[in-house]
């Protein structure tokens, strides 16, 4: 307390006890006192600068009212009881809570050091620092009462309002950043591809040399590029509080990658600028050609377990060859088993789904469904042909087939990005499940199921249209693109059987024909045909090996097989005994003459329950 204030305190004092101490606080003159302190009561309080004589209410002080873009200055304020000649109250515990417009704003652009001062003196200190405010900014000091220990303030009644004004200068332009694209990739203009939309929402933030929001800043776009033959849905914006802009990006009908050019100006009449990442357009739609169904296995072990798992993916780009979609929808069907009946596709254009083996296995069909699941097109047996013909009652044989909404593929000629009349094109029937895998589909006595994009509960022969979502305005009057269509591929698996016996049969070749023989002279190359007991390939990673009765003077090529991932459907091209199983060379040598041993398959690397391999060979 400075000497003035303990003086004024000692004359009150003094005034007191001449008086006997008689009287109420209030009815103290007070007159040359300029706080007010102790047990006496406040009157009425009032914020504003300076103090008794120099007292101006609701005014606050402050330091510099012309500040830089994000400049500071110190604002102070007092606390005073109107009733005692407007001395500093530091009989009780008062609030003061500074705002501005501009420090009300989302987000803040401006702030106060501290915001809420609580004073047991009457003198309030705080400082404002312009973080992004431009222009005149009024700024309010309220009063509230203060209770509590430590004392807070009591904002249910506003006691007295001090205010001022401060001028910021508008900032300089710092920055312009690109924050982002609403999506990365656009389908073409008009082909209503649900999946891939045909807009996309780019947005930039401006921001000042203090790294604060400008707002209010114009801003103007360009593409990069107009070979996409893109198009903006506005040319510059205004930035909003946050100092975001945003401007639309309007795909249009032919491939392309682009990017969105964003430019202002600083004060001193530079131009900067800043760049979108790239966005893609192209369709969106799969096509044929560019569809494709593998699977982690050809040759499960499934026929004698329910719950055997393979791994089936699909992948699929557009006509373009980019991945379609994040989303698009693959649809499936298996012959037996199950299988999900979607998946949606990833960044890559592809996803997977889970074949699981269950209830009835192909070629245990009843007759009666007249269906072909009991059927199955193959390499005919001892014949020159190279065709595939139809075999009834194979076991194990599953097609699956995936499917999703494209179009049919064309040759464009002009690069105009649509089909035009005269370009050569390719349209497909509709889908069906190819259960006897010979391309036809079959609807007499035996019949496969088919899939329609149109009802009509016909199966319907490819039409004479394309079928896509780019023509030209003269390919469409013509009948062109009236239609999608579904792509689709298909594929076999074998369920093989593990359980039961193996059986060994042995080959000579010359050329394309095969010999069954029962012995052979070394030196000599013999073709092992290793079958489960449907004829089959057996299982994916079956282990085997050969022993020899007389090991002392013959030796074979290789002592350890494995069975690899394989339908194990021989070439129609190849004359043989057999059309499907697991075929494998072996060669023969000998030492000196000796007498005749026996290549006898060994089971020991067989990790499955069957107790061996039926089948031999002498060796001379």
Request: proline share 4%; glycine share 10%; net charge negative.
């Amino acid at each position: 307390m400075n000497p003035i204030k303990i003086a004024s305190i000692s004359l009150i004092a003094f005034s007191l006890i001449a008086c006997g101490g008689g009287g109420s606080p209030s009815d103290s003159t007070g007159a040359t006192a300029d706080e007010i302190v102790g047990a006496v009561t406040v009157g009425t309080p009032n914020i504003g600068r300076g103090s008794a004589g120099t007292f101006e209410g609701n005014l606050l002080s402050i330091q510099v009212t012309a500040l830089s873009a994000g400049g500071l200055t110190n604002i102070t304020a007092s606390v005073v009881d109107i009733t005692k000649n407007n001395a500093l109250i530091s009989s009780k515990s008062y609030a003061v809570v500074f705002s501005s417009n501009c420090e009300g704003k989302t987000p803040a652009k401006a702030s106060f050091t501290p915001k809420t001062v609580i004073t047991t003196t009457g003198e309030v200190s705080t400082s404002y620092k312009a973080i992004g405010c431009a222009g005149a900014d009024a700024i309010t000091a309220t009063l509230y009462n203060a209770a509590g220990s430590p004392a807070v303030a009591d904002t249910s009644t506003a006691l007295a309002l001090g205010t001022g004004d401060v001028t910021v200068e508008n900032a300089e332009v710092g920055s312009v950043g690109f924050v982002g694209n609403e999506v990365a990739r656009l389908g073409f203009a008009g082909i209503g591809n649900g999946a891939l939309q045909a807009t996309s929402v780019v947005t930039f933030a401006v921001k000042d040399n203090f790294g604060n929001p400008l707002e209010s800043k114009e801003v103007t776009f360009a593409l990069s590029s107009t070979s996409a033959g893109a198009s903006l849905s506005s040319v510059s914006g205004i930035t909003d509080a946050e100092g975001v802009v945003t401007t639309t990006v309007n795909a249009g009908t032919t491939h392309g990658l682009l990017s969105v050019v964003a430019s202002t100006t600083t004060n001193s009449g530079t131009v900067i600028k800043t760049a979108s990442t790239p966005i893609s357009v192209s369709t969106g739609i799969a096509e044929q050609s560019n569809f494709e169904i593998t699977s982690d296995s050809f040759n499960p072990f499934a026929w004698d377990i329910s719950g055997a798992s393979v791994g089936i993916t699909v992948r699929a780009s557009d006509r373009f060859h980019n991945p379609v979609p994040v989303g698009t929808t693959i649809h499936f069907t298996a012959e037996s088993g199950n299988i999900p009946a979607t998946c949606t596709t990833d960044d890559a254009g592809g996803c997977t789904v889970q074949w699981v083996s269950s209830a009835t296995r192909p070629g245990e069909y009843p007759s009666g469904l007249g269906s072909t699941k009991n059927d199955e097109s193959l390499p005919a047996i001892n014949s020159s042909s190279t065709s595939y013909t139809l075999q009834t009652n194979i076991n194990g044989f599953t097609t699956i087939t995936a499917y999703t909404l494209g179009e049919g593929g064309f040759t464009d000629k002009n690069s105009n990005g649509v089909f035009d009349i005269g370009e050569a094109f390719i349209t497909h029937p509709e889908v069906f499940r190819d259960d006897n895998y010979n391309g036809v589909y079959e609807n007499g006595a035996k019949t496969e199921e088919f899939f329609e994009l149109a009802p009509d509960f016909i199966y319907s022969a490819a039409p004479t249209k394309y079928q896509g979502v780019l023509c030209s305005e003269a390919a469409k009057i013509d009948g062109h693109c009236a239609n999608l269509m579904y792509v689709r591929d298909s594929l076999r698996i074998v369920q093989s059987a593990g359980f039961s016996e193996f059986n060994m049969t042995y080959y000579t070749r010359s050329v394309n024909t095969f010999t069954a023989v029962t012995t052979v002279t070394a030196p000599a190359t013999v073709y092992a045909v290793m079958t489960d007991k449907n004829g089959n390939t057996p299982p994916v990673t079956t282990k085997f090996g050969f022993q020899i009765d007389d090991g002392a003077n013959y030796n074979f090529s290789t002592t350890a097989f494995e069975v690899t991932n394989t339908n194990g459907i021989f070439s129609a091209e190849l004359i043989h005994p057999l059309n499907r199983g697991f075929m494998f060379p072996i060669t023969l040598t000998k030492t000196g003459t000796p007498a005749a041993t026996v290549l006898v398959p060994d089971v020991d690397f067989q990790p499955t329950k069957n107790k061996r391999i039926n089948g031999s060979l002498i060796v001379n």
